[in-house]
């Protein structure tokens, strides 16, 4: 029965959901199914009581029956609400505890991931995915436990007391419900379509906001406004219409089962007067029978549209595992090992590398980084240097060569003990949430207050911190918002100079700094390059001059290398590059 209940996709997806999920939370999934059944049987007791009520008041007139009857309606209902009270308590415990337990393991596995999974997956649909569709996990678990436990008992609890107080009164109403039910299962596919449609609208919404936090400046600077409302509006629209949709099929529902219950109820009120009449039952029984007919109505509606309900939660399940199973495309070898303590030279040997299938970027690329030195990297856009940095720290992986520090093969060791081999300043200077201190401590796990201090002296960034309202202690603001460009680069100075690692990898900042921040900046680099091999994007050629060698990089090869006094004596594209950069046209020459 369940398998034509649901498809096998979904059920392949169900039962993967139960056994991940279900038996960590077997004790209090136990708890709340026990507080269910009490809550069934007390519903049931509450109908089956009816006859009681009604006999001892209405038939017998027993005054002390009808007491003894109250206190007992009195101690069901006291039980059912206890139970009901624990079955939330702990029905909830446990769907927490898979919500946080999915978030967790969904955020640990994207972190696992390369960088290439990130442009895959924009930042809105991986919010999405971690939050809602997390939620979605505990609510098919809880529809799952809801429906199959207390509806159903209720509803088999109730057919017991009906079947008693009414044999064939029950007969008659049993004929209705496959109807009903067979009425609600056209809906679900509409439902399913349009379920899909919302949530991928849904994400749309929040990247629009999401842009709009983060590209606030272009917005307001391009006078952009409109068009964002523009597109809100249209998402938000469609996000309305499909939710309308959705009710609109979900509701259907309603009438179809109202009708065949107002059937089913009427047919029942008529051929009870000739029972009650012809056969002699009494009203007690009778009123019985209707109570646990009208209580039956909820959990078999309930029942009933669990399909729908199932498989609009079981979309956002295949999302959220999709996210989980996504393979990681760069990972660590079983046996990877450590790598070794060295002097820090980086080889490119024989490197073939490409973004995209039939697109090589690298071919057969050889070039040295030599230890303890500083090798800049220039070149004209697009040359290839970003993807070879993207090599040096195995962000990306050749697809044949090597690329080895010391001559260990990148591949063969743990991502920890490459990680604590290089420092890494970027051209975006990202600051976390927190404070000046916790940012530059990132550098270094259990660094003091003192080695801190003592690597944002040497980066140039003590003064200013010093004079921020809580110093050390002052919040940087959403990526360092309460900060100039200029300190905000004196800060990630400062974070590579704490992590003191051999290897230096350092994307030049484009964006031009006053002379002041610049002269501080350059003054901090030089004293953290000093004996480390540094590997260096350099986009102004007027920052480069104290570099030991320099690789030009143009379409993806070296075009020339060597010290930068020899490439500016040759007439080479270093040479050129220099002159482009360098020399004024006639234009600025004229106005210098
Ligand atoms: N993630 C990516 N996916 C696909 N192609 C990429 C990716 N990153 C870079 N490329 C392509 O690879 C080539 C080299 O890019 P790379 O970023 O290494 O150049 P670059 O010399 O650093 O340029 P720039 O000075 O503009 O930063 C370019 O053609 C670029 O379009």
């Given at each position: 029965?369940?398998?034509?209940?649901?498809?096998?996709?979904n059920?392949?997806l169900?039962?993967?959901?139960?056994?991940?999920?279900?038996k960590?939370?077997?004790?209090?999934?136990?708890i709340?199914?026990?507080?269910?059944?009490?809550v069934?049987?007390?519903?049931?007791?509450?109908?089956w009581?009816?006859?009681?009520?009604?006999?001892?008041?209405v038939?017998?007139?027993d005054i002390?029956?009808?007491?003894?009857?109250a206190?007992?309606?009195?101690?069901?209902?006291?039980i059912?609400?206890?139970?009901?009270?624990?079955?939330s308590?702990?029905?909830?415990r446990?769907?927490?505890?898979i919500i946080?337990?999915?978030?967790k393991m969904?955020?640990?596995?994207?972190l696992k991931?390369g960088?290439?999974f990130?442009?895959k997956?924009?930042?809105?649909?991986?919010?999405m995915?971690?939050?809602?569709?997390?939620q979605?996990a505990?609510?098919?678990i809880?529809l799952?436990?809801?429906?199959?436990?207390?509806d159903l008992?209720?509803l088999i609890?109730?057919?017991?007391?009906?079947?008693?107080q009414?044999?064939?009164?029950?007969?008659?109403?049993?004929?209705?419900?496959p109807g009903?039910?067979?009425?609600?299962?056209h809906?679900?596919k509409?439902?399913?379509k349009?379920?899909?449609q919302?949530l991928?609208?849904?994400?749309?919404i929040?990247?629009?906001?999401?842009e709009?936090?983060t590209?606030?400046r272009v917005?307001?600077?391009f006078?952009?406004?409109?068009y964002m409302?523009?597109?809100m509006e249209?998402?938000v629209g469609?996000?309305?219409?499909?939710s309308?949709?959705?009710?609109?099929?979900?509701?259907?529902?309603?009438?179809i089962m109202?009708?065949?219950?107002g059937f089913a109820i009427?047919?029942v009120?008529?051929?009870?007067?000739?029972w009650?009449?012809?056969?002699g039952n009494?009203p007690?029984?009778?009123?019985?029978?209707?109570?646990?007919l009208?209580?039956?109505?909820?959990?078999?509606?309930?029942l009933?549209r669990?399909r729908?309900?199932?498989?609009t939660?079981?979309?956002?399940?295949?999302?959220?595992?999709e996210?989980a199973?996504?393979?990681?495309?760069l990972?660590?070898?079983?046996?990877?090992v450590?790598?070794?303590a060295?002097?820090?030279?980086?080889s490119?040997?024989?490197v073939n590398?490409?973004y995209k299938e039939?697109?090589?970027l690298?071919?057969?690329?050889?070039?040295d980084?030599?230890?303890?030195?500083?090798t800049a990297?220039?070149?004209?856009?697009?040359g290839?240097?970003s993807s070879?940095?993207n090599?040096?720290?195995?962000?990306?992986?050749?697809?044949?060569?090597s690329?080895?520090?010391?001559?260990q093969?990148?591949?063969?060791?743990t991502?920890?003990?490459?990680?604590n081999?290089i420092?890494y300043v970027?051209?975006?200077t990202?600051l976390?949430?927190?404070?000046?201190?916790?940012?530059?401590?990132?550098?270094?796990?259990?660094a003091?207050d003192?080695?801190?201090?003592?690597a944002?002296?040497?980066?140039?960034a003590?003064?200013?911190?010093m004079r921020?309202?809580?110093?050390?202690?002052?919040?940087?603001?959403?990526?360092?918002?309460?900060?100039?460009?200029?300190?905000?680069?004196?800060?990630?100075?400062?974070?590579?100079?704490?992590r003191?690692?051999?290897?230096l990898?350092?994307?030049?900042?484009?964006?031009?700094?006053?002379?002041?921040s610049?002269h501080l900046i350059?003054?901090?680099?030089?004293?953290?390059?000093?004996?480390r091999t540094?590997?260096m994007?350099?986009?102004?050629?007027?920052?480069?001059?104290?570099a030991?060698?320099?690789?030009?990089?143009?379409n993806?090869?070296?075009a020339?290398?060597g010290?930068?006094?020899?490439?500016?004596?040759?007439?080479?594209?270093?040479?050129r590059?220099y002159e482009?950069q360098?020399?004024?046209?006639?234009e600025?020459?004229?106005?210098?």
């Amino acid at each position: 029965m369940f398998a034509k209940f649901i498809s096998n996709a979904n059920k392949t997806l169900l039962f993967r959901l139960l056994s991940e999920n279900f038996k960590s939370q077997a004790p209090w999934y136990g708890i709340a199914i026990l507080a269910m059944i009490v809550v069934a049987a007390m519903t049931s007791a509450s109908a089956w009581i009816m006859r009681d009520i009604v006999n001892s008041s209405v038939v017998s007139k027993d005054i002390n029956r009808v007491f003894e009857v109250a206190i007992m309606v009195a101690v069901i209902f006291f039980i059912k609400g206890i139970a009901g009270y624990i079955q939330s308590v702990f029905l909830s415990r446990a769907g927490n505890n898979i919500i946080a337990k999915t978030q967790k393991m969904l955020f640990s596995r994207i972190l696992k991931q390369g960088i290439s999974f990130y442009s895959k997956y924009p930042s809105s649909e991986l919010l999405m995915r971690i939050t809602t569709n997390a939620q979605a996990a505990r609510s098919v678990i809880d529809l799952i436990v809801t429906s199959f436990v207390r509806d159903l008992f209720s509803l088999i609890g109730l057919a017991a007391v009906m079947v008693i107080q009414q044999p064939s009164l029950t007969l008659f109403s049993a004929i209705i419900v496959p109807g009903a039910i067979y009425g609600v299962r056209h809906l679900t596919k509409k439902v399913r379509k349009i379920m899909e449609q919302e949530l991928a609208s849904l994400g749309m919404i929040i990247q629009n906001v999401q842009e709009t936090a983060t590209g606030i400046r272009v917005i307001k600077a391009f006078g952009l406004e409109d068009y964002m409302n523009a597109r809100m509006e249209k998402y938000v629209g469609e996000v309305e219409q499909r939710s309308n949709s959705i009710a609109k099929l979900e509701a259907a529902s309603s009438p179809i089962m109202e009708t065949l219950s107002g059937f089913a109820i009427a047919g029942v009120v008529a051929l009870s007067g000739i029972w009650v009449l012809q056969e002699g039952n009494t009203p007690g029984e009778l009123m019985s029978f209707i109570t646990a007919l009208l209580l039956a109505y909820e959990p078999a509606k309930r029942l009933a549209r669990m399909r729908i309900s199932l498989e609009t939660g079981l979309i956002g399940v295949r999302m959220m595992y999709e996210l989980a199973d996504h393979p990681i495309d760069l990972s660590q070898k079983d046996n990877a090992v450590e790598l070794a303590a060295g002097k820090g030279e980086i080889s490119f040997r024989n490197v073939n590398f490409s973004y995209k299938e039939n697109h090589r970027l690298f071919d057969n690329l050889n070039l040295d980084f030599p230890a303890g030195k500083t090798t800049a990297l220039v070149g004209p856009s697009g040359g290839g240097k970003s993807s070879i940095i993207n090599l040096a720290m195995r962000l990306y992986d050749p697809e044949s060569g090597s690329v080895m520090i010391d001559g260990q093969d990148l591949r063969d060791v743990t991502f920890e003990s490459l990680r604590n081999r290089i420092a890494y300043v970027g051209q975006d200077t990202f600051l976390f949430a927190g404070t000046v201190k916790h940012n530059i401590g990132l550098g270094r796990e259990g660094a003091s207050d003192e080695e801190i201090i003592a690597a944002a002296k040497a980066a140039n960034a003590h003064d200013f911190i010093m004079r921020m309202p809580h110093g050390y202690d002052s919040d940087v603001g959403e990526n360092g918002g309460n900060m100039s460009g200029g300190q905000k680069q004196r800060i990630s100075i400062a974070r590579a100079m704490l992590r003191n690692a051999e290897i230096l990898i350092l994307d030049e900042a484009t964006s031009a700094l006053d002379s002041e921040s610049e002269h501080l900046i350059r003054e901090a680099l030089t004293r953290l390059t000093r004996d480390r091999t540094t590997v260096m994007i350099a986009h102004r050629l007027s920052t480069i001059t104290f570099a030991d060698n320099i690789v030009v990089m143009e379409n993806g090869a070296v075009a020339e290398q060597g010290r930068p006094a020899e490439l500016l004596s040759r007439d080479g594209p270093y040479r050129r590059l220099y002159e482009l950069q360098l020399l004024p046209t006639a234009e600025q020459a004229m106005l210098l």
